[in-house]
């Protein structure tokens, strides 16, 4: 399997969900980052080693592939293995064999291997940098995650996900993100994908100075926004055409009609706490709408 993106698409998001959602669950899923393994190093980290194989092997070394046997083994930035181990890994993926440095047998593994990158290895394979035979054998399920800014739709939901996440880590669970600035983030590119979105939520609840997230807070780049209003789709809701405070009544209303007055279900839908909903409640004089 050959998962394709951008950096911080959610590469290794995705190979996680496919290893807990997969009847190898309860298996091994071990990480190999084929970028940040120095290249002496990639074949005994990956395959292991016998002791007295070579200086410094003091001992015997079991490498990831073995690790991961019955489990998963996710190859991350595939496209950065040097050519001469892209041969060892093709006998891996072809006939579920590994051979230990300083070994004379092999041995069998028992494993999926998952293979994520950034780069073209079309590009790679047609230069030379990457086997063609590997890439066939890696890209029987392919798999091309989106970058953020083709998936619009998807950010008020990454939005909410993240802050609902990072405040109860932080223990900020009373902090409050007024659904009135969920268009600002739409309205940004995100050159740095979910990866940057996620940071720029950590940043929000770990400075945020008050019990509510406000425009002021927002870093500089998410003032001005990077798309017309017109291209998104991420609700009716705009920061041209509508009041900060204007948006958030509007929403808030929506998800009280939505629970037919139930503020406990419309604090969960919003993702605030019951407190927090009943003084925007009275804030915006919501009353009628809200029931205990």
Aim: aromatic share 8%.
């Amino acid at each position: 399997m050959l998962i394709t993106g951008e950096t911080g698409t959610g590469k290794e998001v995705l190979a996680k969900a496919i290893h807990f959602n997969s009847p190898r669950r309860e298996r091994p899923f071990i990480i190999v980052n084929c970028g940040s393994v120095p290249k002496e190093l990639v074949e005994s980290e990956l395959f292991g080693h016998v002791k007295g194989s070579f200086t410094g092997a003091v001992t015997h070394k079991q490498g990831r592939a073995e690790m991961a046997n019955e489990g998963t083994l996710f190859l991350d930035e595939i496209g950065e293995m040097p050519p001469e181990m892209q041969v060892r890994l093709l006998r891996l993926v072809q006939d579920g064999e590994i051979q230990k440095i300083g070994a004379t047998n092999t041995i069998q593994v028992d494993v999926r291997i998952i293979a994520a990158t950034h780069r073209n290895l079309g590009e790679m394979i047609a230069s030379g940098a990457f086997r063609e035979d590997l890439y066939y054998r890696l890209a029987v399920v392919p798999i091309e995650l989106p970058p953020l800014r083709k998936r619009v739709e998807d950010i008020p939901e990454f939005v909410q996900y993240f802050f609902q996440q990072t405040r109860e880590k932080h223990h900020r669970e009373d902090l409050w993100l007024p659904p009135s600035l969920v268009p600002y983030f739409a309205h940004y590119d995100w050159p740095g994908n979910v990866r940057q979105l996620a940071n720029c939520i950590l940043r929000l609840v770990v400075l945020a100075p008050g019990p509510e997230i406000t425009l002021s807070d927002l870093p500089e780049f998410l003032h001005s926004p990077a798309r017309p209003a017109a291209e998104t789709k991420v609700s009716n809701l705009s920061v041209e055409d509508t009041t900060l405070h204007g948006a958030e009544r509007k929403v808030i209303l929506a998800a009280l009609e939505k629970f037919q007055g139930n503020q406990t279900r419309a604090a969960g839908y919003l993702g605030v706490t019951r407190k927090t909903l009943r003084g925007r409640i009275a804030k915006y004089e919501l009353s009628q709408a809200a029931r205990g």
